[in-house]
């Protein structure tokens, strides 16, 4: 199968505000004034959570259709534990992203306790989100040479 | 400096789209009908560029003001290939998420091009979602205990 290529593109409203688009949606990505910002739309990180709630969502019916069960309801919660020191320049051993993200899927469907069990843990391993949160990815930043 | 906590909330709409609180907003995640979904809004995997694009924006500005220099225009792309195949359970020695993720700054300021290079090194290294996303994060899924 070919590979999707997905992109974005953000521009800077401030220092903490970015309008980004994606294909035809905007998208507007911001920080509580606690955190420099005007809060007009969640912030990076909560970006990162919506992304995998939803992809774990799309992962879950897959998933659920090939094992042979319907899910009914599905509510998903994801969230974590981050310390700004680091983005912030302040002295800190930690890391600067969360340290870990935590999930949990309240769902309601005609399927027993095992298969659940084996559903969560195929659903983990297809999710893309998932992977690029779990494992290694590659980034790459360059500056546009056409930068003046 | 103490961790902070962000969390959201998913609930499934359909199989592909999902309405996100984060806070006082709502996302809607979605996939466009070719893979599935009533196109809404933007995919998981558009989520996650965007939270990126966002977080640069953050962390390129507080990077430029410790360096002196100010920020007149910035401007950011990201972007990347994935194949779908193991999220969709075909044969596949693909991952389920991006491959690589490719941002490109168009970046208008005050400063020559090795303080810009100095620059995007310490926006990489301090960027939140560069490093959830670069580095391994531990992703816990479990099924909430009042699941019935």
């Known amino acids: 199968m070919a590979d999707l290529i997905f992109t974005v593109s953000g521009t800077s409203e401030s220092p ?4 980004v688009a994606a294909r035809n949606f905007t998208l507007i990505v911001d920080e509580p ?32 259709k090939e094992l042979g069960f319907k899910i009914q309801t599905l509510e998903i919660e994801a969230g974590g ?11 800190t051993p930690d890391r600067a992203g969360f340290k870990q993200i935590d999930v949990s ?3 309601k469907a005609d399927a027993d306790a095992p298969t659940l069990a084996r ?7 297809r999710c893309p989100v998932a ?4 494992k290694t990815t590659p980034v790459h930043l360059r ?6």
Not at 82 to 89: E, G, I, K, S
Not at 131 to 134: A, E, I, K, Y
Not at 143 to 148: A, G, H, L, R, S
């Open 81 to 91: 534990p981050l310390n700004p020191a680091r983005l912030l320049n302040l002295p």
């Open 33 to 64: 004034p606690a955190l420099g910002g005007t809060d007009l739309g969640p912030n990076p990180v909560e970006y990162v959570l919506a992304a995998f709630v939803g992809c774990l969502n799309v992962v879950a019916h897959l998933v659920a």
């Open 131 to 134: 992977d690029n949160l779990g």
């Open 105 to 107: 899927l309240r769902v």
């Open 16 to 19: 903490a505000r970015t309008r």
């Open 119 to 125: 559903w969560l843990a195929i659903v983990e391993s």
């Open 143 to 148: 500056i546009d040479p056409q930068t003046k």
